[in-house]
């Protein structure tokens, strides 16, 4: 992926990623998601949005991130899982600000490139593996709730 | 996006119980009748073995603490109860919510969508689900 694109650039934790403008649809304010029993990892509950039920996934830790809780915002941003598109909700940890870059391709987990914003190389992320990695079930995990 | 799954100008009428904090909603078509939580009944049930009714601990069955059963709710057309906390109520639902994709766990098998009432979501149990599992006979089918 390169060439000039807008990207919306957020923070986790000490670090900041970004994600093609393109598939954010939605900021959000932080709120507690709302939880039911389930058994999906990584998934914190579900958030109601403009009539429609968005499931919201901590990917933090499968990017190394250590957030102590500070989520402020949900971004919310259209993702490919098991062939159906749909938003999904990812609590970050900070306001978001909007990049027009040249995104030069890098081979990172999770990332599709690296856009320069202020001087700091920021990772561009492939929404659709990380999301589907963080929510794959280990194949012998046993049961556990969630809550 | 979700996308309704059923939905009727009537809406779908649902019956609202609870499992320790955790609200829940069952089509109320599933459900032929609700009954108040007898551990001897339960037994009595149990003893007369393929003729009797085969009760499942719906919150053993979702990895919840068990323990504070009120009520079983008689599945129609099978011979399953699923014990549960306090029924509260019948409501209405006018949607009937998918599960997000990113739901890939057990919870695809427990539940049929997710219902939003008063702003609150709300799962909504699959019976039959739990009626299979239990290897209990359908009757009529």
């Not at chain 2, 499992?19 to 149990?46: C, M, N, S, T």
């Not at chain 2, 007369?48 to 008689?74: D, F, M, N, P, Y």
Request: charged letters at 20%.
């Amino acid at each position: 992926m390169t060439g000039s694109n807008k990207y919306v650039v957020f923070p986790l934790g000490k670090r900041r990623f970004a994600v093609a403008a393109t598939q954010v649809t939605e900021l959000a304010s932080s709120g507690s998601p709302q939880t039911f029993p389930h058994t999906t990892p990584s998934l914190l509950g579900v958030l109601v949005r403009r009539s429609a039920v968005v499931a919201v996934c901590d990917v933090a830790p499968a990017l190394n991130v250590v957030t102590r809780g500070e989520n402020k915002f949900y971004l919310i941003a259209e993702c490919t899982l098991g062939g159906k598109r749909e938003p999904v909700a990812m609590p970050v940890t900070g306001e978001c600000v909007l990049a027009e870059a040249n995104v030069a391709p890098r081979e990172e987990r999770f990332g599709v490139g690296v856009l320069e914003s202020q001087g700091e190389q920021i990772t561009v992320l492939d929404l659709d593996a990380l999301v589907g990695y963080c929510t794959a079930r280990p194949p012998q995990q046993g049961t556990e709730i969630s809550r | 996006m979700n996308t309704a799954t059923k939905s009727s100008s009537a809406g779908e009428a649902v019956i609202l119980f609870r499992i320790g904090p955790y609200k829940f909603a069952i089509l109320a078509a599933d459900v032929h009748e609700i009954r108040e939580y007898d551990a001897r009944w339960i037994a009595l049930q149990k003893a007369r073995k393929e003729s009797g009714v085969v009760t499942l601990h719906l919150a053993a069955e979702l990895g919840l603490e068990a323990g504070a059963e009120q009520h079983i709710l008689l599945l129609r057309g099978v011979d399953v109860g699923l014990a549960v906390g306090a029924v509260e109520k019948m409501a209405t639902a006018k949607k009937v919510y998918g599960l997000p994709s990113a739901f890939a766990g057990k919870e695809r098998e427990w539940y049929t969508g997710l219902l939003v009432l008063d702003g609150e979501v709300v799962p909504l149990v699959n019976g039959i689900s739990f009626a299979f599992q239990s290897k209990a006979a359908v009757k009529g089918s």
